[in-house]
């Protein structure tokens, strides 16, 4: 398979966007289902679920900050060069004035 990069770029969006997705399900799920548990062992109802509930979420965003600000994709600068730059480093000139013609 022949992909381009832009091809390569849209599937490494989609892989972090399904791993992001994923965590944050099982992060909620097991928080959520964590507070359930307790709740009927210890016998108070609705307030460490509840509790679960608050820390899932505090996971999940923390999660997104993290994707976010803390990790920020590796991507090679794909900014063109001046022309000048180019012209000086393939003909080595230091006067540029002798291009201009």
Do not use: F, H
Request: aromatic share 4%; charged share 25%; proline share 7%.
């Amino acid at each position: 398979m022949n992909d381009s990069p832009r091809e390569r770029q849209d599937w490494r969006a989609i892989g972090a966007a399904s791993g992001l997705g994923c965590s944050i399900v099982a992060s909620l799920l097991l928080c959520i289902g964590g507070g359930i548990l307790l709740d009927r062992w210890l016998g108070t109802s609705p307030v460490l679920t509840l509790v679960g509930v608050v820390v899932g979420l505090v996971v999940s965003g923390y999660l997104l900050y993290k994707l976010a600000v803390m990790d920020p994709p590796r991507r090679p600068s794909i900014r063109p060069r001046p022309e000048r730059q180019r012209a000086e480093e393939a003909e080595g000139l230091d006067d540029y004035e002798s291009l201009d013609e």
